[in-house]
């Protein structure tokens, strides 16, 4: 079994600025892709940001310039710093990786989410 948790949201202003984190851990020979999503409240999921295991990355048209994502191997971890944000960036957000198990499985897996809130 593998396990996303993520860790970094909160309530925060306008302009202001949070880090995001989610560390991977269980049965995992390697982690694959990573990546971000966000869903608003009576909407759908979207992406935010994903990284390759490359660190190649593709960010969301509308928080590009503002959010970057990021990750460290060693650590199976992936970060997404926000800054500049904004009351429309209000969600939940879900990290989200591709993980190769240690019997050679490959699955994805969503975190639970954390609730990041902008206020105006």
């Known amino acids: 079994q593998v396990q996303l948790v993520e860790s970094g949201g909160g309530l925060v202003q306008a302009g202001g600025s949070l880090r995001l984190s989610c560390a991977a851990s269980g049965s995992i020979f390697r982690v694959n892709a990573m990546g971000w999503y966000r869903q608003a409240p009576g909407k759908q999921r979207d992406l935010v940001a994903t990284?390759?295991?490359?660190?190649?990355?593709n960010v969301a048209d509308s928080v590009k310039g503002r959010f970057t994502i990021s990750r460290d191997k060693s650590k199976n971890t992936v970060y997404l710093q926000m800054n500049s944000l904004k009351p429309g960036d209000t969600a939940v957000y879900y990290c989200?990786?591709?993980?190769?198990?240690?019997?050679?499985?490959?699955?994805?897996?969503w975190g639970k989410g954390t609730l990041v809130t902008v206020s105006s």
């Open positions: 989200n990786a591709g993980v190769t198990t240690r019997d050679f499985r490959r699955l994805n897996y």
């Open positions: 990284i390759t295991e490359s660190s190649s990355t």
